[in-house]
């Protein structure tokens, strides 16, 4: 078949379209005069016509109105606020495929630069002379992506050394607290590995180094380290975690390494906690990986991961293509992808340098301890977990409780977030993990953006949010359960009118 027959045959019938103008619509129609501001709009069904430009983008815009304000979420550490420069550069840099270096050299700089930053910040050992000695990072869609292929590696590395020994390598297992973050239960089930969740515990709820050793065999991969847990922000220990794993691999001639999962703590630790080992200055630790749209600073869309050198990666995991071009090797579970949160990151890392992201952390910190003070001196409130940790104040309703009348309360931490939306405020109310799921709590991410002022906003909503939550009836399951028991015991009439409305409403 000719050339021009393969063309005919693939594009002829498109080569002459009619032109249908009724596709474009009308210039003159006005934007709520259109038939899209008063119909029904198409929803699970790909629309039959198009529409202008400017009704289709209201038609979003009216649905985005309806959502919450990201700079009110006190339960997202994704970051809500970025200067206008590096908003220039996002939208500038938007159409740019990071994946094809060969066509966009400069961005690919960028990320290599910022991966030797963190790399770096995070010490890792200086590049060798050997390529297995030389620093190896890569950018990913967000800490989860980072977090995969920090698993990976640390599966491939066992499974190539149980088969070079001859041993199976069908049984691997990784160790982590049950405070994990969920994407390490993806990691799990996706990729085939025994997940040894580690209870914690109601007075230190993250997972301690000396429950590794009841968990640890030949088949265990490596420990996961959550430095900076989702549930309250506290820093698990890191170099406790390193000691216990190095005394097992001495004692059983094992091999296991340590991810560190800093998400969060990766970029906080470093600028007000300096001498806190977390990261390459500890032998076990194989990778770190961070959320560059957490406390990175920049919007979302943006991971990172080290590792300590190019050794740590099996040459298995790294793939090479050249159907863009040029031989392009790729280590991610993603392929194309959008360069302007690299160029951001890179952006914040020369804009705010060490001094200005220590400034911010610091900042953050103080903020923290004056919402956190503010809770407390409320007298309702305890704080959950202590030690070092992000700026997050994480904190609960003291027990035994009761309202100006001597009444006890009968509402919880759910009752509380759902009162805080009257003032627009997203507080998160959750469940610590197995081992002490039946404590409740709430949770405030301090981020840039939220403000001294701020801070004493929140409080003071805080302060309305429970002088009214202590004067109505708002009951939990379980004093429901308590005032059946009391008021309608077996035998009881469902339906009659004693003068008590506790009672009927109970009834």
Not at 157 to 162: E, P
Not at 296 to 325: K, M, Q, T
Not at 366 to 390: N, P
Not at 474 to 480: D, F, G, N, P, S
């Amino acid at each position: 078949m000719s050339s021009d027959d393969k063309m005919q045959e693939r594009f002829g019938e498109f080569l002459d379209p009619s032109n249908d103008e009724s596709a474009y619509g009308s210039a003159e129609e006005p934007l709520f005069g259109s038939r899209y501001t008063s119909h029904d709009i198409p929803k699970y069904e790909f629309p039959k016509k198009s529409m202008a430009p400017t009704v289709a983008a209201q038609l979003v815009r009216n649905m985005h109105q309806l959502d919450a304000n990201p700079r009110l979420d006190m339960a997202s550490f994704v970051t809500t606020w970025m200067d206008s420069e590096a908003e220039a550069l996002i939208a500038e840099t938007q159409a740019v495929n990071i994946v094809d270096t060969s066509q966009y050299p400069q961005c690919t700089e960028m990320e290599q630069r910022c991966t030797q930053m963190l790399a770096g910040l995070w010490h890792a050992p200086e590049s060798g002379k050997t390529e297995g000695e030389q620093r190896l990072g890569t950018s990913t869609i967000g800490s989860s992506e980072a977090c995969m292929l920090g698993g990976l590696a640390l599966k491939r590395r066992w499974t190539v050394a149980r088969k070079k020994a001859g041993k199976p390598a069908d049984k691997p297992n990784l160790i982590l607290g049950i405070n994990a973050q969920v994407c390490w239960e993806k990691f799990n089930q996706y990729f085939e590995v025994e997940g040894r969740y580690v209870p914690v515990e109601l007075d230190y709820p993250v997972m301690s180094a000396d429950r590794i050793e009841q968990y640890a065999d030949e088949n265990t991969i490596g420990v996961v380290s959550m430095f900076g847990s989702t549930y309250n922000g506290q820093f698990e220990d890191v170099k406790a975690f390193n000691d216990k794993v190095e005394e097992l691999n001495k004692k059983n001639g094992w091999d296991m390494k340590i991810h560190v999962d800093a998400a969060s703590g990766g970029f906080v630790a470093p600028f007000i906690y300096p001498d806190l080992e977390f990261d390459f200055r500890l032998k076990n630790v194989n990778s770190v990986s961070a959320s560059g749209h957490k406390y990175g600073l920049v919007y979302p869309g943006v991971g990172w991961i080290v590792w300590r050198n190019r050794a740590c990666v099996d040459e298995s995991l790294i793939f090479h293509v050249n159907y863009l071009g040029t031989d392009q090797p790729s280590l991610n579970l993603n392929f194309s992808k959008n360069a302007n949160m690299i160029v951001a990151q890179y952006y914040q890392f020369l804009r705010l340098g060490f001094e200005g992201y220590q400034k911010i952390m610091r900042n953050l910190m103080q903020v923290a301890g004056h919402l956190a003070r503010g809770l407390l001196d409320t007298g309702h409130f305890v704080l959950i977990g202590g030690d070092k940790g992000l700026p997050v104040v994480a904190f609960a309703l003291k027990t035994g409780r009761k309202n100006k009348e001597g009444d006890d309360i009968s509402y919880d931490e759910f009752d509380i977030m759902d009162r805080m939306k009257e003032y627009h405020w997203q507080l998160p109310a959750y469940n610590l993990p197995k081992n002490a799921e039946k404590q409740k709590m709430l949770r405030c991410v301090v981020r840039e953006d939220l403000s001294y002022e701020m801070a004493t906003d929140l409080v003071n909503d805080m302060k309305k949010c429970i002088e009214w939550l202590d004067h109505h009836f708002i009951y939990t399951e379980e004093k429901l359960k308590s005032l059946r028991e009391t008021f309608h015991p077996k035998g009881h009439p469902k339906h009659h009118d004693i003068g008590n409305k506790r009672h009927q409403a109970v009834c």
